[in-house]
């Protein structure tokens, strides 16, 4: 059974940094592209960043350049997310996903979702 566990969020002023993972279990990890997106109330799922799965191809959205990176260990089967310079725009639920595809831009070339970790940045 294929299983996505992220942890890491919480609450968080303004300038500060949080680092999520996620746990994968039941798929070969060296084999997946992994993502990260995120969620805000009344908004759609939005793409954060992805890894490749030979790990030196990354790829972020443009308002996390510069202040988000996202990195992977394939022993442990664990991908990360280091967030930086936090804005209170960067309050969401953030997901953890698994892909083959390499449109991973898109949220629908995933196979596999974690639950979600809720990221909350104040003023």
């Known amino acids: 059974q294929v299983q996505l566990v992220e942890s890491g969020g919480g609450l968080v002023q303004a300038g500060g940094s949080l680092s999520l993972s996620c746990a994968a279990s039941?798929?070969?990890?060296?084999?997946?592209?992994m993502g990260w997106f995120r969620q805000a109330p009344g908004k759609e799922r939005e793409f954060v960043a992805a890894?490749?799965?030979?790990?030196?191809?990354?790829d972020y959205a443009d308002s996390m350049k510069g202040r988000f990176t996202i990195s992977r260990d394939n022993a442990k089967k664990m991908v990360y997310l280091q967030m930086n310079s936090l804005k209170p725009e960067d309050t969401a639920v953030y997901y953890c996903a698994a892909a083959r595809a390499v449109t991973l831009r898109v949220h629908g070339s995933y196979n596999y979702w974690g639950q979600g970790t809720q990221v909350t940045v104040s003023s």
């Open positions: 039941g798929l070969t990890f060296s084999t997946y592209a």
């Open positions: 890894i490749h799965w030979y790990a030196s191809n990354t």
